[in-house]
């Protein structure tokens, strides 16, 4: 039998890649990635464990995601700590992206923020089970 240990990476082809490079860029050294590699049209950044790659699309500039389409619907990079999910949010505004959905709790112990990249592509910054760990630490 076969068994994932885990992803790998991920890639994206992006409608504007200056646009989208500039956007990693900035937001993947804020949540410890650095630079993996760089071509003419593609960039990939890794923090060690996974790694994200952006290229330019055949398509171009006027083709984006629209949300609902079959294929992608969210990545969600799991922090360290709820207080983590509110620093990305605060970051994430200064990036000028879009919150869909501000840092809350989703589901039972599940606290995230959703925001898009350029292309609108959704993105989720997320931490589970912090309530319940502390829990049962002050039991």
Not at 96 to 116: K, N, R, S, W
Request: a negative charge; aromatic letters at 16%; glycine letters at 10%.
């Amino acid at each position: 039998m076969v068994k994932v240990v885990g992803i790998d990476h991920l890639a994206i082809r992006v409608s504007d890649f200056a646009a989208s490079k500039d956007f990693y860029g900035r937001l993947f050294p804020f949540m410890g990635f650095e630079i993996l590699d760089e071509f003419e049209n593609a960039i990939g950044w890794t923090n060690g464990k996974t790694r994200f790659w952006i290229s330019q699309s055949e398509r171009g500039r006027n083709h984006r995601h629209r949300t609902g389409d079959v294929g992608f619907h969210h990545y969600a990079f799991e922090l360290r700590s709820r207080a983590e999910v509110d620093e990305l949010q605060a970051f994430v505004k200064t990036l000028g992206a879009t919150i869909v959905d501000p840092a809350g709790e989703y589901y039972e112990d599940y606290y995230a923020v959703f925001f898009l990249d350029p292309d609108g592509l959704k993105l989720e910054g997320m931490k589970y089970g912090e309530l319940t760990a502390k829990a049962g630490k002050d039991a």
